[in-house]
């Protein structure tokens, strides 16, 4: 039985994380770590987890836990994956990985030495609907692709209008929390890297401290595909949806840039559109399937820690761009 330490005591891994973990035949949560040892309490009873700590070092120095999954602020991930990987855990972060590209790096670099997994946790590679898009794609069924639209402006809920909204220190802003979504989300469903990217950033009322509620922009992979996307926090009636355009024929993913296992597949072509079966599992239990799976040496994460490096840079790229109004080049590893 694989034991897990829990490192923030967050709204994701309350809602998501936390089951998912204990939803496995082969692991179980067995202790949180928290700033404060009142919430680390109240988390642990909430959610019948064993043991309560009030600091990360004490969590890592308990040698029963085999790995750990860090669902702090941004900010965070990279001393905590760091020390992590120090004390032989294996590692499974939330995005966006680091704040910067160097940390991210940095973050790869030392869990190869120390020989430990590390996963980022990008849960939408997991959806049945986006696997299933990637699965047509490769086998041919729109022909080349050529182009990519991500609807992907949600309205954030009243509950997580904390830190994304008003802590640019933190890596609030849409851009880290959603685009790198996107990122990651069409790297997988393409199988290709962004080149270069454009973008441009609006404060509609919800973001403070200059942090954007929402985006739009393009972004060019290396094979010609352009792929536009719309992220925002503050848009509660729009329909989220993942869409390829091929030369043969397109893919329409509908409500499917979510959490839940939701959502539809149809693919269109030769004059007609047929809807795809899609057998949906929970996105959450997904990744920590595979993420065991890997610890026992049998495949890697559903995202990888590069997978984690590489969507960020391309969400870096699009906020320098936003910034700047210039076509950013994103970096490769
Ligand atoms: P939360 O704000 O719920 O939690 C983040 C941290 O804030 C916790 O680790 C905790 O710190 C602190 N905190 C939580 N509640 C309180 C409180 N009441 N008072 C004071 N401090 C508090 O963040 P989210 O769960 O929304 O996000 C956490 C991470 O997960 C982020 O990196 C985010 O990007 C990622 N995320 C990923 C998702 C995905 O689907 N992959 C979805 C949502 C988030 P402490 O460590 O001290 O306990």
Not at 30 to 59: C, F, G, H, K, M
Not at 61 to 69: C, G
Not at 176 to 186: E, F, M, R, Y
Request: net charge negative; glycine share 10%.
């Amino acid at each position: 039985m694989l034991r897990w330490g829990v490192i923030g005591a967050s709204t994701i891994g309350r809602e998501w994380m936390v089951p998912a973990i204990g939803a496995q035949p082969d692991s179980t949560v067995a202790a949180v770590a928290s700033s404060s040892q009142e919430r680390a309490r109240w988390y642990a009873d909430e959610l019948d987890i064993p043991t309560a700590y009030a600091s990360v070092a004490d969590l890592l120095a308990e040698p029963t836990i085999d790995a750990v999954y860090i669902s702090s602020t941004n900010e965070w991930h990279e001393a905590q994956v760091l020390a992590a990987v120090a004390a032989g855990k294996h590692v499974l972060c939330e995005k966006p990985l680091a704040l910067s590209l160097n940390g991210a790096r940095r973050m790869v670099a030392a869990a190869a030495t120390a020989g430990v997994v590390l996963g980022t946790n990008h849960h939408l590679r997991n959806a049945a609907t986006h696997r299933k898009m990637r699965e047509l794609i490769q086998a041919g069924a729109i022909g080349r692709p050529l182009a990519a639209r991500v609807f992907h402006a949600v309205f954030l809920p009243p509950h997580l209008q904390g830190w994304r909204i008003d802590r640019p220190e933190a890596g609030g802003g849409v851009i880290l929390d959603i685009t790198v979504h996107d990122a990651d989300t069409l790297r997988f469903a393409l199988g290709d890297e962004v080149a270069e990217v454009t973008a441009m950033v609006a404060n509609q009322g919800m973001g403070q401290a200059g942090l954007e509620d929402a985006v739009m922009g393009v972004m060019r992979f290396r094979d010609g595909v352009i792929a536009q996307f719309h992220d925002a926090f503050t848009t509660p009636h729009a329909s989220t949806g993942f869409e390829v355009h091929g030369a043969d024929g397109s893919i329409f993913g509908r409500e499917v840039m979510t959490q839940r296992p939701t959502g539809t597949v149809s693919l269109r072509r030769d004059g007609r559109e047929e809807d795809i079966p899609v057998e949906h599992e929970n996105l959450y239990e997904r990744s920590v399937r595979c993420f065991n799976a890997a610890i026992r040496g049998e495949g890697e994460p559903a995202a990888t820690g590069a997978d984690g490096v590489q969507s960020l840079a391309v969400a870096l790229a699009v906020r320098e761009a936003a910034e700047t109004a210039q076509i950013v080049r994103v970096a490769s590893e």
